[in-house]
């Protein structure tokens, strides 16, 4: 059982480049996330989506795009990267079921091992 | 708005000594508390949750929370570290009020160095 996976593990890129970061999950999960982790400022939520065919943003999403390509993939796209991006990202899953007018947000994220990504 | 502090940049315990790892939060609602613990090089791992009921909650590797309502504090505690527990400990909170997203906030971490 994989779990989450992220590829690739390592980037570098120069300023105004674009890359996408993929990510897919084997645990049958409806609710897909991607973070950035930064040192002294913990994870922050870039997008998430909660079942599949939706998407929204979260805390510090300019600068990014998501695609929910189907249940098990959720990638990350930079546009026209920067220096500010520098950074480790990881995607998450968690089993949130979304049956009509009811949420659940009792349930543990599984994470990936993280891209380390560096622009130059 | 929902929030996690984490007051402690590095918390150093002697290996067999009992360690906790502080934790506060806020948010409007009831809250749903996690810890998450992070290896180097390696993504976060569930350790435990707080949803309602038993105020001490037991996790994975012999780690415990006590959630404190009046504090709001949700501290991690375990009786006799090990050398293995050295790791960066992330606390996070949910608003379970049902008018939230789903968005998880996280605290900015704690390093545990458990020293032989």
């Known amino acids: 059982n994989a779990g989450v996976t992220q590829t690739p593990k390592f980037q570098v890129l120069k300023t105004g480049q674009s890359m996408t970061l993929q990510c897919a999950q084997d645990?049958?999960?409806?609710?897909m996330y991607w973070y950035r982790q930064d040192p002294g400022m913990g994870l922050r939520l870039i997008y998430y989506?909660?079942?599949?065919?939706?998407?929204d943003k979260g805390e510090v999403p300019n600068g990014y795009n998501v695609s929910r390509l189907n249940k098990r993939e959720f990638s990350l796209r930079l546009e026209s990267a920067a220096p500010s991006q520098t950074s480790v990202y990881f995607c998450?899953?968690?089993?949130?079921?979304?049956?009509?007018?009811?949420?659940?947000?009792?349930?543990?994220?599984?994470f990936g091992n993280g891209t380390r990504l560096t622009v130059t | 708005a929902q929030s996690v502090a984490q007051p402690e940049d590095q918390v150093n315990v002697a290996e067999g000594n009992p360690l906790t790892v502080k934790c506060t939060y806020s948010?409007?609602?009831?809250?749903?508390l996690f810890w998450y613990v992070q290896y180097p090089n390696r993504g976060l791992q569930f350790l435990l949750k707080?949803?309602?009921?038993?105020?001490l909650v037991k996790g994975s590797y012999g780690f415990e929370a006590e959630f404190n309502k009046s504090q709001t504090s949700f501290h991690l505690k375990k009786p006799s570290a090990l050398v293995s527990d050295s790791a960066l400990y992330f606390c996070?909170?949910?608003?379970?009020?049902?008018?939230?997203?789903?968005?998880?906030?996280f605290g900015k971490g704690t390093k545990l160095s458990v020293i032989p």
């Open positions: 998450a899953s968690s089993e949130v079921s979304l049956p009509p007018g009811q949420r659940f947000y009792n349930s543990p994220l599984h």
């Open positions: 645990m049958n999960h409806n609710s």
């Open positions: 989506s909660a079942s599949e065919g939706t998407t």
């Open positions: 948010v409007s609602g009831n809250p749903y």
């Open positions: 707080y949803i309602t009921g038993d105020n």
């Open positions: 996070a909170v949910r608003d379970g009020s049902g008018a939230g997203s789903y968005q998880l906030t």
